[in-house]
């Protein structure tokens, strides 16, 4: 079976290096622990050319944080899209907020940009463009937009850190942004982990409070905070795998080239694509295409695992039943509910296995079974 997503053959080829930064934390220094997140948290600031890294204990965790950081009015609105992970819409609830829904962009699977304008309303405070499955939202036209209605945006970058939108990595163009390094990302840790990114000395100081109970001095609590902290030993980790995540955003996005070469001579199947260099870092590679369950079962009987990254819309999810929350269109994204489907797409895929799934895919479209 060609596994979906392998963490293995990666930590195969990094088995010295990590275990030589688990075994450098040094047990015996108090003071280790912390020094461990300080490193990785300016490493990371630096890859990201932000200002402040705060490190937290998930992806969720993050994006909670930075919308609370903002103090924002509770039962304010904020603007995201339809389709997309559940954490997304549940943490701006737990931030006290509404998350608004809006439509995917004809032919995109992130945000439509008129969409978000005309869901904006007097009671809108924050947008949340999540760029999904790696691939950028136009975050100049996000942040004109923004800007013309005095918006803050919190990027969502848990599937795309590296990607760019006009040159700019994403995640330094909102007041802050939320990073993930759950197992099944492409910068992970062993087990969880998550960060926010922000250029806002003033934010990133109430975040470090507001991670740690909000507390401000010995035992002296000015705001609801929570416990969140990125384990020091998943820090040391995520320090040896940084400087090779360039390297293996370039192999995905080979990966993905070589499967659109072969899926091109399918023409029922839409392949993502990048609307300009750099947008995408293919976390997912995900196709759309009508027989999608059919195509699916295929692969499974041909030994390859496959996701349905996602089968609901988030405004139909039942946690989120009975909040009269506001969807307001997705015609678009209710047909990438039904069609889409993830290929595995990592870079420690061999080039005769992406060869393999790709004409397993043809294969079940040549024959309609």
């Known amino acids: 079976m060609i596994p979906f997503h392998s963490n293995s053959r990666q930590h195969a080829d990094l088995s010295e290096a990590l275990a030589q930064a688990l075994h450098g934390v040094d047990l015996k220094d108090d003071s280790a622990f912390a020094h461990q997140l300080e490193k990785f948290e300016q490493k990371l600031a630096d890859y990201c050319q932000v200002e402040s890294v705060v490190s937290v204990a998930s992806g969720s965790d993050a994006l909670v944080l930075a919308l609370r950081a903002l103090n924002l009015p509770p039962g304010s609105e904020v603007i995201t899209c339809d389709f997309g992970f559940y954490a997304t819409a549940a943490s701006i609830i737990m931030a006290d907020l509404i998350p608004v829904f809006v439509d995917t962009a004809p032919g995109r699977m992130t945000m439509d940009l008129d969409a978000v304008r005309a869901a904006i309303s007097p009671r809108t405070a924050a947008i949340v463009p999540v760029h999904l499955f790696g691939e950028a939202v136009a975050m100049p036209a996000l942040q ?34 939320a990073v993930s390094f759950n197992w099944s990302k492409h910068l992970s840790s062993f087990s969880n982990g998550g960060a926010i990114l922000t ?101 499974k009987d041909s030994s390859v695992s496959t996701l349905v990254c996602y089968p609901h819309l988030l405004h139909t999810q039942p946690a989120f039943a009975g909040r009269g929350l ?39 479209v040549r024959t309609g079974h």
């Open 144 to 177: 004109k937009l923004a800007s013309e209605h005095s918006l803050a945006i919190v990027e969502d970058v848990a599937q795309a850190l590296g990607a760019t939108s006009n040159g700019q990595l994403v995640g330094s163009f909102g007041v802050a942004a």
């Open 199 to 299: 250029n806002d000395a003033g934010l990133a100081n109430r975040l470090r409070s507001l991670r740690s109970y909000g507390n401000e001095g010995t035992f002296h609590h000015t705001a609801l905070g929570i416990n969140s902290k990125l384990n020091p030993f998943e820090a040391a980790l995520l320090s040896v795998k940084l400087p090779y995540l360039d390297g293996w955003i370039g192999r995905r996005r080979e990966v993905a080239d070589r499967y659109t070469s072969i899926l091109s001579q399918a023409p029922q199947i839409i392949t993502p694509s990048m609307v300009e260099p750099g947008a995408h870092v293919f976390h997912k590679y995900t196709i759309r295409i009508p027989d999608r369950d059919g195509l699916r079962k295929y692969l």
């Open 326 to 364: 506001r969807a307001e269109s997705f015609d678009h994204a209710s047909r990438l509910v039904d069609e889409v489907l993830s290929l595995p797409v990592y870079p420690e895929l061999m080039d005769t296995e992406i060869d393999f799934i790709g004409e397993a895919v043809l294969a079940h």
